[in-house]
């Protein structure tokens, strides 16, 4: 039986994580290496670095960080943010990241999901949908929350299924950081719609949050970032805690 | 020893590289190369494959002799093969992703798409699955019935005989996950990232 994914986010800003955890055995906190090396050594089914590195000349840090955790950490590296195109894509995927998540540049330009699709193979395009409520439906947005497509969550989800996306990393704006729980809405919403997998993203504060993604999100895996930092829960205690309530994971 | 993983410039395959280096460490060179002779020389060989079933074949055909060589080495030499993936679909006869195209032909069978069941299961199947291991399979060596193992593909290889199956997931329905006859191995998940017990089999691998 295919087993629900729990995917640990890790925020890297110039080659350092930017929140991450805090174990007082951990020689260098702002390692995304040694991070990373952490939560795969506890179970992480896949690891995701977010590069929010804000200027251009400090972008290739985020390629020493993927090539030096692909030599340690062997479950699937998922890498986004910043990504503009084939070129990038391509460099991702060379250091060693299986999957790269666009976001902006698919928005921007359908060929760029189309095309590398076609060119890498579905299963390392991940599309990363960023949606905020309005009124009854959601709308994307771009360059990291700042700028309103207009563009229906809803149709978008369906349009970058047939560009060839081969899953969506969805995370509702409204919910990031609240730690009040995914937007179920949302992610049930997006994944009736699709026949390729969710991975529900933005709001996480507890375990149960985490079993709702699932059981009432429909999603396949869930990415959560702030309650893995300062070891508040570690990634086993949320897969036992899944177990308990009878979603199949991966112990 | 040395152990070559079969660069025909098909997708990304810097985490089977990887994978490799860390379990061969000093005891066995890993070459990663396209260079026929090389290939020749070679102890065992790795066939990786990300893309398409036609995407893979058109690119193994485009580098002049591969194919040739890769038959040599595994007809007649019948030297340790291991295909990752398409590596493994390749085997078969004939694929039908994109449009029928013929494979290797190394195991009698055909390449389709997974029943999804209108829907009912998504596509790609990707994550982690249990491996249901049906046949003693040299590469097992030590590793648990039902181990969890990391998929991501849409189609599946149906081989003629039966006996060649080591391995099936469920997804679906029973699905080839793992063959091997005589000197040819395959996985349909991707043991370079699947943990410790897919650099386990990995492992086994180079040890033959």
Redesign the interface.
């Known amino acids: 039986m295919l087993k629900n994914r729990i995917i640990p986010c890790l925020d890297v800003k110039n080659g350092r994580v930017v929140k991450g955890i805090n174990f007082v055995d951990l020689k260098d906190a702002g390692d995304p290496v040694e991070q990373a090396k952490i939560y795969s050594d506890g179970g992480a089914d896949e690891i995701c670095f977010l590069d929010i590195t804000a200027s251009n000349e400090n972008r290739d840090t985020i390629y020493d960080v993927v090539e030096k955790t692909s030599k340690k950490c062997f479950v699937p590296l998922t890498v986004g943010g910043g990504v503009r195109n084939i070129e990038d894509i391509n460099k991702l995927l060379n250091c060693g990241a299986d999957k790269v998540s666009i976001n902006t540049a698919a928005v921007e330009n359908s060929k760029v999901v189309i095309d590398s699709s076609k060119k890498f193979g579905s299963q390392c395009i991940v599309v990363a949908i960023d949606a905020k409520k309005n009124g009854d439906k959601w709308e994307v947005f771009t360059h990291g929350g700042r700028n309103n497509s207009g563009i229906d969550a809803l149709e978008y989800a369906e349009q970058m299924e047939k560009n060839g996306a081969g899953e969506l990393l969805v995370t509702s704006m409204d919910r990031d950081g609240t730690q009040v729980g995914y937007d179920i809405d949302l992610m049930s919403g997006i994944s009736s719609r699709v026949n390729i997998p969710v991975i529900a993203s933005g709001g996480v504060g507890n375990l149960d949050h985490l079993v709702d993604g699932i059981k009432l999100g429909k999603a396949s895996a869930v990415l959560a970032a702030s309650i893995f930092h300062y070891g508040k829960h570690s990634v086993k205690e949320a897969k036992d805690y899944l177990d308990s309530k009878g979603i199949p994971v991966r112990i | 020893m040395n152990v070559t993983i079969v660069d025909y410039k098909s997708?990304?395959i810097?985490?089977v590289i990887?994978?490799f280096?860390?379990v061969a460490k000093e005891k066995v060179t890993i070459e990663v190369t396209s260079d026929l002779n090389k290939i020749k020389s070679s102890d065992k060989v790795v066939l990786p494959g990300?893309?398409?079933f036609k995407?893979c074949v058109d690119a193994l055909s485009e580098i002049k002799g591969l194919t040739d060589t890769l038959n040599e080495f595994v007809i007649n030499y019948k030297k340790p093969l291991l295909g990752i993936c398409v590596g493994l679909q390749m085997f078969a006869d004939v694929g039908y992703e994109e449009i029928e195209t013929k494979g290797l032909g190394w195991i009698s069978g055909k390449v389709s798409k997974i029943d999804?069941q209108n829907?009912k299961y998504?596509?790609?199947?990707?994550?982690?699955?249990?491996i249901n291991i049906v046949k003693d399979s040299k590469i097992f060596k030590d590793i648990e019935n039902n181990s969890?193992m990391?998929?991501?593909?849409?189609y599946e290889f149906v081989p003629n005989d039966k006996k060649v199956i080591s391995a099936t997931t469920?997804?679906s329905s029973n699905i080839v996950c793992s063959v091997e006859k005589e000197n040819i191995f395959g996985t349909q998940f991707h043991p370079?990232?699947?943990?410790?017990i897919?650099?386990k089999i990995i492992d086994n691998f180079i040890s033959l």
């Open positions: 997708g990304n810097s985490s990887n994978s280096r860390e990300q893309g398409s995407s999804n829907g998504k596509l790609p199947h990707i994550g982690w699955n249990q969890h990391y998929f991501v593909h849409s469920d997804y370079e990232k699947s943990d410790r897919g650099l």
